[in-house]
């Protein structure tokens, strides 16, 4: 019966799907040595990055210096996020330390669902009482089901007091270049960093899409200049799956994906 087939399937010792013994060996990420401080000005209480985090910081920060385009491409948990955020969050606070008002990093997530959960740890990052002057926006299709306590996600909210952060997807950041209603949004801004998570769903015709949608975002800035399309917005990717197999090597891969999509 279908009964006993699945129920083989499932426990059989030798032909079902379970055969054991099972051995996953995942060595530790490295920690990253004490200089890393050197690089920011603000990090959260406690934290202590590995190496690849620290790498990434410097290579993001702007204390002292331009952002550098980053690729950070490592296993699901290894901290891809804070790789990214702590040096967007202090290049937040030190803009506005000096007055500049408007958006100054642009966060493009594939997916709400992963919008909304950066969102909530975006919300905990602003807790720290040294980032209170900082602001981050919520701007998706959907009305946001939850309320955060240092996020915006009104729209009349954001248009008139534009985020340091505007956390949003592709298609929304489309129409956020087209209404007339959002124009306000983009009063005085200078974004740093426009930030691609999950960089392996931008493939074929929706990698062609972003990459124009970009330059689109750097032309209507003012930001594009003859060499690089995105100006002096530093390009940033992350994801899990990216650099693995491929006719080339991964490395060499993502890096002419990146090339193409950034410019």
Not at 25 to 32: D, G, N, Y
Not at 153 to 177: F, G, H, Q
């Amino acid at each position: 019966s279908v009964r006993d087939g699945l129920e083989g399937f499932l426990s059989h010792p030798e032909q079902g799907i379970f055969r054991g013994p099972y051995l996953r060996i995942r060595t530790p990420f490295r920690q990253a040595g004490a200089g890393w401080r050197d690089y920011l000005e603000w990090a959260p209480q406690g934290f202590a990055p590995y190496l690849h985090q620290a790498r990434a910081f410097a290579r993001l920060s702007t204390y002292d210096k331009a952002a550098q385009p980053t690729l950070v491409t490592t296993g699901t948990g290894s901290g891809k996020t804070e790789s990214v955020l702590i040096p967007v969050l202090d290049h937040c606070r030190r803009a506005r330390s000096s007055g500049r008002a408007g958006v100054k990093a642009i966060l493009l997530y594939p997916m709400n669902a992963l919008a909304t959960d950066q969102t909530n740890r975006i919300n905990e990052l602003l807790a720290d009482p040294a980032l209170r002057r900082v602001t981050a926006g919520l701007y998706i299709g959907d009305v946001a089901a939850v309320e955060y306590p240092r996020v915006m996600t009104k729209r009349s909210e954001m248009r008139r007091t534009p985020p340091d952060i505007l956390i949003t997807n592709y298609k929304m950041l489309d129409l956020l270049l087209q209404r007339a209603d959002d124009l306000p949004l983009w009063e005085g801004a200078d974004p740093a960093y426009v930030v691609l998570d999950e960089f392996h769903t931008y493939d074929g015709a929706q990698g062609t899409d972003v990459a124009m949608l970009l330059r689109r975002l750097a032309a209507a800035l003012g930001a594009t200049t003859p060499e690089r399309p995105l100006g002096a917005i530093c390009p940033v990717a992350t994801s899990a799956t990216l650099g693995e197999g491929g006719g080339v090597d991964g490395r060499t891969a993502i890096r002419q994906v990146a090339e193409q999509v950034f410019g």
